[in-house]
């Protein structure tokens, strides 16, 4: 039985008192017997029937073309891999770098004109600044960021919250070609096949701020789905930069003003700085 599908096979066991992180920790540390036994105790023999369905699986999406990483390979995002929710799985499109460079650009998919051109500018100086460009693939600021990253020939990862066969919104369907063909990467930690719904896009959020260094809020409304993103982001050690407009606008963007890892920028300049202020402190870690 191949490693992929051992994991394929505890990633898809349900047990809502096992979390994600308890089953990462002991597949890390303890090997895939011990966490599968973790999840559902005295329950080893019959998982290997799910085991073998997990094998079956992953020979059909191969043959598919459809590329998958675990945790334990060392293709796996080594930025992605620090922290405790890592996706124990990605099925990916494009070219995937273990030690990646990236910022995430985030905001409403109902954004302004002028919020998107932000955006989209914001993007570009990423991409001169030496970054890789993250985003959602959604409307709105997700798209005028990978769209900007392109212009600047830039490199962009689009983080779904659906299956790797799945494109969301459809309309983004050329974007997504266009990130692969430039080099870009497409990824995801659901199965083919797997619809969008209102947790997956929670998730999918968590895991762009983990493959993320920073994270920059464009725009998002007082009840958007980016604040899930920014709590991803703090929690995780990541730091998040919210332009002004957002601060003003939104109650919860308020409350984090003067938190660690919390800047405030109102224009290119001000963004500049931050980002060299989170390289630095990044750097310093590492040192330490």
């Known amino acids: 039985m191949s490693q992929l599908a051992d994991i394929l096979a505890l990633a898809r066991k349900t047990n809502k008192k096992i979390a994600q992180p308890v089953r990462l920790a002991t597949l890390l540390y303890e090997g895939i017997d011990a966490a599968l036994m973790e999840v559902d105790p005295g329950a080893l023999l019959p998982c290997q029937l799910e085991r073998e369905q997990a094998a079956h699986d992953i020979a059909t999406w191969q043959e598919r073309d459809i590329k998958i990483v675990s945790v334990l390979d060392h293709d796996y995002p080594q930025y992605l891999a620090q922290i405790r929710d890592a996706p124990l799985l990605i099925y990916y499109e494009g070219r995937i770098e273990p030690v990646d460079r990236a910022v995430a650009i985030v905001g409403s998919r109902q954004a302004t004109r002028e919020e998107c051109e932000r955006a989209r500018l914001i993007a570009q100086m990423m991409v001169e600044q030496g970054y890789s460009v993250a985003s959602g693939l ?56 797997a619809a969008p719904t209102k947790v997956s896009f929670p998730m999918r959020n968590a895991t762009m701020s983990g493959y993320s260094q920073a994270t920059i809020v464009v725009a998002a409304g007082e009840y ?65």
């Open 224 to 288: 958007s789905g980016t604040r899930n993103h920014v709590r991803s982001a703090l929690a995780h050690g990541r730091s998040v930069i919210l332009l002004a407009p957002v601060v003003r606008e939104t109650q919860w963007a308020r409350k984090l003003v003067g938190n660690p890892g919390v800047y405030i920028a109102s224009t290119m300049k001000e963004i500049r700085q931050a980002m060299a202020n989170i390289e630095r402190a990044y750097n310093l870690f590492i040192l330490t």
């Open 138 to 193: 959604a409307r709105g600021v997700d798209t005028a960021a990978h769209e900007g990253t392109l212009e600047a020939d830039g490199r962009t990862i689009a983080v779904m919250g659906t299956g790797i066969d799945i494109t969301y919104p459809p309309e983004n369907i050329q974007l997504r070609s266009r990130i692969v063909e430039s080099g870009g990467l497409v990824l995801t930690q659901f199965e083919p096949g």
